[in-house]
Nanobody, 125 residues
Framework: QVQLVESGGGSVETGGSLTLSCVAS???????AGWFRQFPGKEREFVAS?????????YYTDSVKGRFTISRSNSKNTVYLQMNNLKPEDTAVYYC??????????????????WGLGTQVTVSS
């Protein structure tokens, strides 16, 4: 299991943009990957996923479709989340994770292991 470190969070105004990065400790070309977020007092939830290949298939939770884009560079062992048109309701701690099975990224958030510290995203109105 690779270790993941998230970065790129910050504070922006409504409508602003941020790009999050997730760097893995080793090769991730055999892993599907995803981004997740956690609101205060809530469980971590799925945001976006990408299959194991660079340019692979992507999937998003409804609330971010058309605004967020997940991508990856296997040569850099990095997964990205481009977030545009940010809204106050996007304010959360964002995490990434990787798993050999795409199904686990999308459907088994609670069972994923090796969570990093996350990166805080704050969107002001």
């Amino acid at each position: 299991q690779v270790q993941l470190v998230e970065s790129g969070g910050g504070s922006v105004e409504t409508g602003g943009s941020l790009t999050l990065s997730c760097v893995a400790s080793g090769a991730i070309d055999t892993y599907a990957a995803g981004w997740f977020r956690q609101f205060p007092g809530k469980e971590r939830e799925f945001v976006a996923s990408i299959s194991r290949y660079s340019g692979g298939s992507t999937y998003y939770t409804d609330s971010v479709k058309g605004r967020f884009t997940i991508s990856r560079s296997n040569s850099k062992n990095t997964v990205y989340l481009q977030m545009n048109n940010l809204k106050p309701e996007d304010t959360a701690v964002y995490y990434c994770n990787a798993d050999p099975k795409l199904h686990n990224i999308i459907q088994e958030v609670r069972n994923l292991r090796s969570w990093g510290l996350g990166t805080q995203v704050t969107v002001s109105s």
